[in-house]
């Protein structure tokens, strides 16, 4: 969910955190409650996604993992599974600078590379 995706991304950029400044931060930035903060931390513990040992919580699962996870998830559900039906819908309604068309090009030249 949106809320335990917030909290995940405090974790991993205070991470090793003690849970105590988890539930302040998680106050701060999501105006959340100690037992909301909680409840969220108990069910991504649960999943295996952080782990809450000893009073500090650490991520057990990387950002970078959940974002490819989640981009793929993206682009199975809403567009069959189809990259290029996908970056052609993004593209009708964004311009790409010049330095992010070149980004993108190097992008898929290395993935062609690999898979070569």
């Known amino acids: 969910s949106e ?4 909290l995940a991304c405090i974790v991993w950029d ?4 003690p849970s105590g400044k988890l539930v ?9 409650k100690k037992s909301t903060t909680y409840t969220v931390l108990k ?3 649960e999943r295996g996604v ?16 959940v974002r490819q996870y989640e981009s793929a998830a993206v682009v199975e559900r ?3 599974g189809s ?5 052609a ?12 068309a070149e980004e993108l090009r190097r992008m898929i030249d290395e993935s062609g590379a690999r898979h070569d």
Not at 24 to 32: I, K, R, S, T, Y
Not at 56 to 65: D, M
Request: aromatic residues 8%.
């Open 14 to 17: 205070h991470e090793p955190l």
């Open 78 to 80: 809403g567009f069959g």
């Open 50 to 65: 952080l782990k809450n040992e000893n009073a500090t919580v650490t991520a057990l699962v990387k950002r970078e993992q």
């Open 43 to 45: 069910k991504l513990v």
């Open 89 to 100: 819908a993004f593209l009708k309604g964004n311009k790409l600078s010049p330095e992010e």
């Open 24 to 32: 302040e931060l998680a106050g701060e930035q999501l105006g959340w």
């Open 83 to 87: 990259l290029p039906a996908f970056v």
């Open 3 to 6: 809320g335990e995706y917030r």
